[in-house]
């Protein structure tokens, strides 16, 4: 019997039916029957042919292979979620993809704007860029919980090119550092007040050598 196939990538749930001829009693087919589920390995839907051989006593079974494991059900190979569970991912030899941020309409400049604010700090680490991004929109936006799509809003006003391809990475490594802490959403996070003192840290070097 022809086994289902899993495609990478986006995959399709297939059926695949054969046609058996038994020749016997009823004992005899029940007994065929079990061990042709047996070794299909799970579960078979039998449908009994209406059309039955009437000299011969033959009859045509319709054996459908119609239960397909979970991880051979439809699924869509999208972004790694932010769960943090890069290993698992690349332990299992699947290709990361990742979710392509997006720029937010956010008014950066006006009161307090994004651009000075920053070459002011001149950070000089994804980490540090990235807790001076959330300190912004927390403080100067009303906007305490980031995603990803915020973060790379930041890097492309400030026409920063370091930007990771795993945007949402270094969030969740300054959430595991203490940094960060989770947000309401699923790619959100909070800027809590470990990432508040480092990030006024900067502020008051950046004071001092003026």
């Known amino acids: 019997m022809a086994r289902n196939e899993k495609p990478s990538g986006k995959g399709k749930i297939k059926f695949r039916f054969i046609d058996f001829e038994m020749d016997g009693g009823d ?27 009437a000299a011969s ?53 006006g009161d307090n704007p994004l ?19 959330a300190y912004w929109f927390k403080y100067h936006r009303a906007t305490p919980e980031v995603t990803p799509d915020h973060i790379y ?20 490594s300054l959430k595991k550092d203490g940094s960060f802490e989770k947000g309401s959403g699923k790619q959100g996070y909070i800027l809590n007040h470990i990432g508040d003192g480092k990030v006024e840290d900067m502020i008051n070097k950046a004071k001092l050598a003026q």
């Not at 299992?92 to 950066?108: A, C, D, M, Q, W």
């Not at 920053?118 to 540090?128: F, I, N, Q, R, V």
């Open 27 to 53: 004992a005899t087919l029940q007994d065929a029957i079990r061990e042709i589920t047996r070794a299909i390995g799970k579960p078979a839907v039998v449908k009994i042919s209406p059309a039955l051989a």
């Open 115 to 133: 651009r000075p604010f920053l070459e002011g700090l001149s950070p000089d680490s994804d980490a540090k860029r990235y807790m001076a991004i």
């Open 57 to 109: 006593g033959t009859q045509n079974f319709e054996v459908a292979d119609d239960v397909v494991d979970e991880d051979e059900q439809d699924t869509d190979s999208t972004s790694a979620d932010d769960s943090g569970d890069d290993e698992d991912a690349t332990s299992k030899g699947k290709p990361r993809r990742f979710k392509s941020p997006t720029i937010l309409n956010v008014e950066l400049k």
């Open 153 to 172: 809003t930041g890097y492309k006003a400030m026409n920063w090119t370091t930007i990771p391809k795993d945007v949402g990475g270094p969030l969740r």
